[in-house]
């Protein structure tokens, strides 16, 4: 096949051993019959429309059946009508078989022995017209309504009929991805050069289990882990095989000629045979591949791409679509972390408090090297605005002093950084106050408990609780005081006992994830710093916050939402820190966030814990004094 200048970037004879080995087998399963239907599911630029052309012309030639060639619109079913002749006229066996261009229509390419009948989405009398042996469904994904009354038109030929689509998919629920999971699911496995094992060409390593960091591709993040810039990237990438060899870019010619087709559940030897049984056998083929494979897209370019449209969830899903041949769902509708920045970035700097906010929660989340923090100012309708946030490292004890504080030391960092200190209101809050400290301040103690244990018996009152994830909460209960006497883990007695406050995570994380997509005109809106994107610590801010995405699941014959991390490692301190905040503001306000209870509630009073449990809808566990 010679393919004209107006079909792309490489006219000229299309060689399927020059970089297109694996379109072979696809071409091939065409002519089988014990292969009923084909499903193909690739990346752009990876010579979908080509094999689809090639099958019209071939099979105009070989089978000389009536076949039906289908597209997302009539546009492009001209298009590729035009190409698919051009194609023709540079076949000697074909190009006296072309009609004139006088004699073409929308009916039918007409290769003199063969009919190829023209059908598009959207037209049920063209996709109902015509019995045809061979059916042709191109760019699946874009098509209007269900494709697949096209494949009813193969009835009049049992058991011997073939059914082809082919298309990039665009999310994990459109028409291919389907078509593709009922399949025998196969991929193109490549060998190693170094160490002759065969598998598929991924983008990213496995996360987890014995391969993980191997089978993907490296060189993206430096020795500390940071990710390289785009164009840094492209010096040091390469492909890790899943025993770990490195794999250079000129390797994989070679690799692609000598690659196989494996369904799922069987397995590649090392002289290139299937091994084991399908997991999906019959007469139902499906293929996919991406960008990896093809002889025109390096993995730099692969590498480069991503990085560059990976911060938001466009750039992202068009990588999935467009270079990994996938399709792409947000998990949970969690945004990506610079989309959230733009979005709720507000008109305030860090630090300052907005003059309409009443007072300030903080969270410290505590880890094995240091704590974690957040303070977020609140008003009006649960309306909420993030103040400021950091990480304190542990510092190194003195010699001479041993003390549970010395021990603690990044804890002992909260004081002056939290309790003792004041943020400036820009101008006067409605209670009059220039400056507000701190109301209540949170400390996980789900890690470290001794420490934080410590430290909030050093702070006695109701200014400093210990707070965490109580996952056997009653449903429809937020927040709950329980003593702990010891760790329910090690069974361990804690010193005097404690105190801690069990909250529903999952409710107050569902919550905030609501306020984020909410009208920001509307009291309850969550805002940002104006400067968050640019702020020291901000990324790491926005991604701890958005590492999290949220599932259905039946518990007990009721669906719940859970929270997952989106990516296995990462870091989800600053959203606990976020959920504390929430809930220690309902705790404050007994969820009573109408402006004319907060002037009521001006005055300071004093503290009165108790320990009921807080459900929706009644009033403060404790009233918190004001400071």
Known sequence: MRLPAETGAQ???????????????????????????????????????????????????????????????????????????????????????????????????????????????GSKQRLSGRACRVVLKSEMDRWQGSPNLADERTKAFPGNTTIFEEGTPIDASAHLEPSYKASDRRTFKVQCPHCGEYQQLRFFPYCRGELAGKGGIGGLKDDRGNWRSPREARKHVHYICVHGCRIDEDDKPEMVRRGVWCPDGQTVNRRGELKGEPANPGRHRGYRINSLYSNSITWADAAEYYLTNRDTTEGLKRFFNDWLGMGFEPRGETPKWKDLGLRLAGTYPRRAVPKVAYFL???????????????????????????????????????????????????????????????DVA????????????????????????????????????????????PKIVPGTLWRLSKLERNARTGKIYPEGTQAWGIETNAYKTEIADRWMADRTQPGAWWLPEDILATDGGEDYLRQITAESRRAEVLNGRKVLRWDLISHGADNHYWDTEVYC??????????????????????????????????????????????
Not at 33 to 59: D, H, W
Not at 588 to 613: I, N, S
């Open 11 to 121: 006219p000229g004879k299309f060689d399927i051993d020059d970089g297109h080995a694996y379109l072979r087998e696809i071409i091939d399963a065409v002519d089988d019959p014990e292969v009923s239907k084909i499903t193909f599911v690739g990346c752009t630029q990876i010579g979908k429309t080509e094999t689809t052309r090639a099958i019209v012309l071939s099979q105009g030639e070989v089978a000389r059946a009536p076949m039906m060639f289908a597209g997302p619109d009539q546009v492009y079913a001209r298009e590729q009508r035009d190409l698919i002749y051009s194609i023709a006229e540079l076949c000697p066996t074909l190009r006296d078989r072309v009609p004139p261009e006088r004699f073409r229509n929308d009916r039918a390419i007409d290769l003199e022995k063969c009919l190829v009948y023209l059908a598009w989405s």
């Open 361 to 423: 929660t903080a969270a410290a989340d505590v880890q094995l090297r240091g704590v974690y923090w957040s303070i977020r100012a609140w008003g009006h309708g649960k309306t909420s605005w993030l103040i400021d946030f950091g990480y304190l490292p542990k510092r190194q004890p003195s010699p001479d002093d041993d003390t549970q504080e010395q021990l603690a030391s990044d804890l002992a960092q909260l004081d002056a950084t939290i309790l003792d200190r004041y943020w």
């Open 427 to 470: 101008g006067e809050n409605p209670m009059g106050h220039s400056r507000l400290a701190v109301r209540v301040l949170g400390v996980d103690c789900g890690y470290r408990p001794n420490d934080v244990y410590a430290y909030v018996r050093a702070h006695p009152g109701d200014r400093v609780l210990a707070v965490r994830g109580d």
């Open 582 to 627: 929430c809930c220690l503001a309902d705790m404050v306000t007994g969820q009573q966030w109408d402006a004319r209870e907060w002037l009521k509630a001006a005055a300071p009073r004093r503290p009165q814990p108790t320990e009921q449990v807080q459900t929706r809808g009644r009033g403060p566990v404790s009233d918190f004094s004001a400071r």
